[in-house]
């Protein structure tokens, strides 16, 4: 596939060639803190650099010219594949009989701009659950095909990054149509699809050679030096299959505020509660005719309703619950799909209010008592 | 088809969440012509009736009255349930279960020998058995309407019963207890308010109150880590909902 070394206008010119026929999804400040949203060149956090850590992000303004400063930030490209809250469908009994309308998806299709290695991981994953099951998810799949994709090799790994550790990082191999890599003050491009490579067409045209490669390498050993965080992977799922009955489970419960932001921030938690809206408006006194809509909102299993069942509730206390979460992120899911939930972005460490740490509570695991 | 009969009660509180059964706007007709509202203290002037199907209270038990009056409210009423902080857990004027009310009274009132009442603020449902209660200073509109067209439709309402945290980060914004380190208490509050406070930049108040089983201490923990001392992290909770949040606390496992 075409390769191609370009300076930092360029790149504005390749956000502009896809906004032409994509909405783009990247980086941008909101509140002190990067998330992802409709946004152009301009909006990229050029400069800033985060400092992660158990339950807390900052983010600083440096003296720098890069562009892919910071690292993955309070939410990931999910959102837009599992809408937080969407309307499947809208229904409306009368007298006639009953109606369901599934909306049409309309718009552009999206462009991500700027998904690391990591997020590129999570959206194979999220692929496996919602269409390479038994079932496809219509929505799903009407969201992710015709997505456009252009990642981002990371220079600057947060505190609480282990990508290398899972094998989804720190370099993006394949799920992209094109691939930077920010080397100094120019930016190499990498095509991966016929797509990507008719993008590098409009740009000036700046062959690379055997040493511009080698800066690449250069960059993710580097990359891969700054990243202190590590899961020990090895003996899953076997080692918490092992360890059910733990005394840990029951220190994590001590301190999990089981608030579900690790699972609202994850980019591969994708559990969701559907529930049917009617109103007052819409109800006749006599019930003969209501119209209403199911919506489909993000949920999580730290809620206390989720697991609750005619006749009650299977994971009654919050150390069920937390094991539940863990054990379906690093042990269910590689019986199910192969792999681990996890794709080491870090992000249910950061944004847990109390810190709560996965691959600690792992090692904790690990611990014969 | 008869019409179910509701009335709207009012115990001791400040009408706010009367106020947000007024601000269902467009609905209040639809709601007039689903149910008969039959009494409504602060938008109809009636007599309360014998019977009701609903009784929706507000407000808290602070008076001798208070007490025989909600007895009477529940002894008319087939479904009896209560709307907002003050009937659900004692409102704002709980504050004085935590402190000396003689000591109150004379801050508060010019003659405070004139005043008299209960030296707590009580909920609701420390005095009769209740059906159903909705959280929040006030009431939200929103949960009002979903909870009235479930009964209607007779199905278990859609209120959520998780954190305002769920909420925050349903509606996409950036958590300000991890990116700022202010004190929000947002992890132990039961979502209801759409992340008011949040989305403006604000950690949260708890205007509706805690969420079931809160873990009340790991958040206190973590507010004297940003070195906060304890007894302010403490205050933080002792708003609309103090009476709440308090037992949650001394109930909670440890």
């Known amino acids: 596939m075409k390769r191609v070394k370009i300076i930092k206008e360029d790149l504005k010119t390749i956000f502009e060639a896809l906004a032409q026929r994509y909405r783009t999804i990247g980086p941008k400040l909101v509140h002190g ?89 999570a959206l194979s994953l999220l692929d496996q659950v919602f269409l390479d099951g038994p079932v496809r998810d219509q929505g799903y799949e009407g969201r992710r095909k015709s997505i456009f994709i252009v990642s981002v ?4 790994p947060s505190e609480n990054c282990f990508c290398d550790a899972m094998g989804t990082g720190p370099y993006a191999k394949e799920g992209f149509d094109l691939c930077i890599t920010e080397i100094r003050n120019w930016l190499l491009v990498e095509a991966g699809s016929v797509e990507g490579e008719k993008v590098l067409e ?55 505020l089981e608030c579900g932001n690790c699972t609202m921030v994850c980019p591969t938690c994708f559990c969701n509660s559907s529930y049917d809206v009617l109103s007052l408006r819409t109800v006749s006194s006599n019930l003969r005719d209501f119209s209403g809509v199911r919506r489909r909102t993000w949920d999580s299993c730290f809620s206390k309703n989720f697991a ?30 192969g792999s ?25 695991l690990r611990r014969v008592r | 088809m008869k019409r179910q009969r509701i009335g709207i009660f009012k115990l001791a509180s400040c009408d706010g969440c009367q106020l947000a059964v007024l601000n269902l706007n467009e609905e209040l007709f639809d709601l007039a012509e689903l149910y008969d509202i039959a009494y409504f203290r602060e938008a ?50 709980a504050l004085r279960n935590w ?57 278990r309402p859609g209120i959520p019963i998780y954190s305002l945290c769920m909420d925050c980060k349903i509606k996409g914004i950036p958590c300000v207890l991890v990116s700022q380190g202010d004190p929000c208490l947002g992890p132990v509050t039961r979502a209801g308010c759409g992340a008011l406070c949040p989305s403006f930049g604000r950690g949260c108040f708890g205007c509706f109150g805690p969420k079931e089983g809160a873990n009340i201490d790991a958040l206190m923990h973590r507010f004297e880590d940003l070195k906060m001392a304890r007894k302010d992290a403490v205050l933080l909770m002792d708003k609309m909902n103090t009476y709440a949040y308090r037992r949650t606390r001394l109930e909670q496992d440890h």
């Open chain 1, 33 to 121: 803190t990067v998330v992802m949203a409709e946004s152009s060149f301009e909006d990229i956090p050029a400069g800033y650099e985060d400092r992660q850590g158990p339950g807390s992000y900052r983010l600083e303004k440096k003296e720098t010219e890069e562009i892919f400063s910071f690292s993955p930030g309070a939410d990931s490209f999910k959102k837009y594949l599992c809408p937080s809250s969407v309307t499947s469908f809208s229904f409306q009994k009368s007298a006639k009989g009953f109606v369901v309308d599934v909306p049409e998806r309309e718009g552009m299709p999206l462009a991500f701009i700027g998904s690391r290695a990591c997020d590129l991981a």
């Open chain 1, 153 to 156: 090799n990371c220079n600057h």
């Open chain 1, 202 to 256: 409009i740009l000036p045209h700046r062959e690379i050679d055997a040493g511009d490669l080698d800066e690449k390498r250069i960059v993710i050993a580097r990359c891969r030096e700054m990243i202190k965080k590590s899961m020990k992977t090895e003996d899953l799922p076997g080692v918490i299959y092992r360890n059910l009955e733990h005394p840990r489970w029951t220190e994590i419960a001590g301190k999990d």
């Open chain 1, 308 to 337: 609750r069942v005619h006749g009650g509730n299977f994971r009654p206390s919050r150390r069920a619950r937390y094991r539940h979460w863990m054990t379906h992120k690093l042990a269910y899911w590689i019986e199910q799909f």
């Open chain 1, 340 to 364: 681990p939930g996890c794709v080491g972005c870090g992000r249910c460490i950061t944004w847990c209010p109390v810190g709560i740490d996965i691959t600690h509570e792992l090692e904790e």
């Open chain 2, 44 to 93: 109809l002037n009636r007599s309360p009736l014998k019977q009701y199907d609903i009784a929706l209270v507000e407000g808290s038990v602070t008076t001798e009255r208070q007490k025989k009056e909600i007895i009477e409210i529940r002894e008319r009423a087939r479904f009896l349930m209560t709307i907002g902080a003050c009937a659900t857990a004692g409102g704002i004027q």
């Open chain 2, 99 to 155: 402190a000396n009310l003689a000591e109150f009274k004379r801050q508060v009132y010019p003659s405070p020998e004139l005043i008299s009442v209960l030296p707590t603020s009580t909920p609701v449902s420390e005095h009769v058995y209740i059906d159903y209660e909705l959280w929040g200073c006030p009431v939200d509109a929103e949960a009002l309407s979903e909870t009235l067209v479930s009964l209607m439709v007779g199905r």
